[in-house]
């Protein structure tokens, strides 16, 4: 099973960005137990989400939301994925 983690976008660059530790956790977890397991950190890699899903293809999208900031690109990310009937995971 493949699944995809997309921590949206800010809006905002910074140097000063944090890991995101819930989502490597979590994924390190699960690719211990035998999970494909791809993140995809839209405040540092501008790659087009649509080419992400096709050429990944996750059997399940994972959204990590730390703030309100990044509550408007979720909403984005999470219309682009409807799109290719994915169970979606807030």
Excluded at 19 to 36: D, E, H, Q, R
């Amino acid at each position: 099973m493949k699944i995809l983690f997309i921590i949206p976008s800010t809006g905002y660059y910074s140097s000063a960005l944090s890991n995101p530790l819930g989502v490597l956790s979590i994924g390190t977890f699960l690719y211990k137990k035998g999970y494909k397991v791809k993140i995809y950190d839209r405040n540092v890699d501008k790659a087009n989400l649509n080419k992400i899903m096709k050429e990944y293809n996750p059997d399940i999208v994972g959204i990590s939301i730390l703030s309100s900031r990044c509550s408007k690109d979720a909403l984005k990310v999470s219309k682009t994925v409807k799109k290719y009937n994915k169970t979606l995971v807030w």
